[in-house]
């Protein structure tokens, strides 16, 4: 089995500061690592994935990811936060077949004006 | 294209009332799966199917039962509500076979408090 933890479940920034989002996993298995964005009442969207490849991984809102297999870590960062990013920010794994999903505690980002 | 779409969204039931929580797919999608946010323990894995026919169980599946009769709906079954179930229930779904990472596609959930 796979689980994640996310080591922060608070993280206020100051807007236009840049932020990091700590996840690490563990798993006997290669998996696929995302991360998951979720505003006030709504349901979850993706902000990014890793597969495989680059151990860079970009996606959407300027955000951006690390896999570290050596660490077993997956952080998100962004270089500079807007208070639209204010939201609660959820890492998550899965094995290669992809059925089972195992996710994070979450971390609430708040962006202070 | 409505996405995944959950219905209701809100609900209040009393201890021993039993429930159907609807969820409904139009994109097509094999896989659909039901989970439960609890604050501090993230999302956790009720049941999942990977077609009609077929489910299976996940993280935390006592105390509901699934059925998967179409491509198109998969929905959740609470026999005997518990205040233990308590929630926030999203259904999320997305392809399989050689899909199998691609990310799921969530619904808006549905808040249920049982008395």
């Known amino acids: 089995a796979q689980s994640v933890t996310q080591l922060d479940s608070q993280v206020p920034v100051f807007e236009e500061a840049p932020v990091e989002l700590r996840c690490n996993y563990s798993?006997?298995?290669?998996?696929?690592l995302f991360w998951y964005v979720q505003y006030p009442n709504q349901g979850l969207q993706l902000l990014l994935k890793?597969?495989?490849?680059?151990?860079l991984v970009k996606g959407i809102n300027g955000f951006e990811a690390e896999f570290n297999k050596s660490q077993t870590s997956f952080h998100l960062r962004k270089p500079s936060v807007h208070i639209s990013d204010t939201a609660e920010y959820f890492c998550?794994?899965?094995?290669?077949?992809?059925?089972?999903?195992?996710f994070g505690t979450g971390t609430s980002l708040t962006v202070i004006p | 294209n409505a996405g995944v779409t959950q219905t209701p969204k809100f609900q209040v039931l009393k201890t021993g009332q039993s429930m159907t929580l609807q969820c409904a797919q139009d994109m097509n999608h094999e896989y659909m799966s039901w989970y439960r946010q609890d604050p501090g323990m993230g999302l956790r894995l009720i049941h999942y199917?990977?077609?009609?026919?077929?489910?299976d169980q996940g993280e935390v599946p006592n105390g509901y039962n699934v059925s998967r009769s179409t491509t198109e709906d998969f929905p959740l079954r609470l026999l005997s509500a518990a205040p233990s179930q308590t929630s926030v229930y999203f259904c999320?779904?997305?392809?399989?076979?050689?899909?199998?990472?691609?990310?799921?596609?969530f619904g808006d959930g549905t808040r249920l408090s049982i008395l």
């Open positions: 798993s006997s298995v290669s998996v696929y």
């Open positions: 890793y597969l495989s490849g680059s151990t």
């Open positions: 999320a779904s997305r392809l399989t076979g050689g899909y199998s990472n691609q990310p799921q596609h």
């Open positions: 998550a794994v899965s094995d290669r077949a992809g059925n089972q999903f195992y």
């Open positions: 199917s990977v077609g009609a026919g077929i489910t």
